[in-house]
């Protein structure tokens, strides 16, 4: 057993440097082309990812699962570190430590089947850990841009009426802003500076954020832009929509509360004071019973 413990350590403690070692590659400077409106917010260089395990990661993986952690990348803002690549290395090191852990867990003491259950339990949350966390920043990103929709577009519908051009409107909205809304917004005006038009820009706007309302914005700019409709008035009915979507989800938030509570009541609360309560009766009740003996 000693010498089992001895090499199982060992195994964790060498993937768990394979693992700093991939969390932390070296980096190195690329060129961007400059036909690319997509990188312009890194006008020389970008940090390209020297990782040759984590591309091989990726060759193997399915086509589908490949493009599914590329769009929440995309729509998480594209955060720092977070490829691709990383994320599969992510999987199988985590996915590892926690065979090695739970091999461990059950062959200490003998082998039962709540220890497997366990263990498998456990291989599954590091397997699905990655993918989690992913897709927790593109939902939460796409929930503040949401948030933060009908106070842009007042901004910019009391900017229009004021006798700014709705780009002129967009920007000064965009630079009074924070978060990913007005990052989105930026992104927006220099690809049309770089020359996209107005319609690919936003486009493309949508296919990055992926937000139901955002979408709706978008499409209702586009189809104004082409048929020549005063895009003061869609700002207006667009901020009114989106005051009025933004009331209806905190109202349903709010209804949730109730039904969410009740798991933390029943098999918390309640049996704690249970026992508080009831305690002192039983205990009372069984000296009872033994003096009668």
């Not at 220890?115 to 699905?128: D, Q």
Request: aromatic share 8%; charged share 20%.
């Amino acid at each position: 057993m000693p010498v089992f413990i001895m090499v199982v350590g060992l195994l964790s403690a060498a993937a768990f440097g394979v693992f700093v070692f991939l969390l932390f590659p070296a980096t190195t400077k690329a060129p961007v082309p400059a036909t690319e409106a997509s990188e312009i917010e890194q006008p020389t260089a970008v940090p390209v990812q020297q990782s040759t395990i984590g591309t091989r990661f990726v060759a193997a993986a399915p086509k589908g699962y490949i493009a599914w952690i590329e769009r929440q990348i995309l729509h998480a803002g594209r955060p720092a570190g977070w490829t691709v690549a990383r994320i599969l290395v992510w999987k199988v090191v985590l996915t590892a430590i926690a065979v090695i852990f739970g091999w461990m867990f059950v062959v200490s003491g003998g082998v039962e089947p709540f220890k497997v259950l366990v263990a498998v339990v456990l291989v599954a949350i590091a397997f699905a850990l990655p993918d989690v966390l992913i897709n927790s920043r593109a939902h939460d990103r796409q929930t503040a841009i949401n948030n933060a929709l009908p106070d842009t577009l007042d901004q910019m519908t009391i900017a229009v009426e004021a006798g700014l051009g709705f780009d002129a409107a967009m920007a000064k909205s965009a630079r009074n802003g924070k978060g990913p809304l007005a990052e989105e917004l930026i992104r927006v005006l220099q690809d049309m500076s770089i020359g996209r038009t107005r319609r690919d820009a936003f486009l493309e706007l949508d296919h990055r954020t992926n937000s139901v309302d955002l979408k709706r914005f978008v499409r209702a700019v586009v189809q104004a832009d082409a048929y020549g409709i005063a895009l003061g008035d869609v700002l207006r009915v667009q901020a009114g929509e989106m005051r009025l979507k933004r009331r209806q989800r905190a109202e349903e938030q709010a209804q949730k509360v109730t039904v969410k509570i009740l798991f933390p009541l029943i098999f918390c609360l309640l049996p704690v004071l249970l026992i508080v309560v009831m305690a002192p009766a039983v205990i009372g009740i069984m000296d009872a019973f033994s003096q009668v003996r």
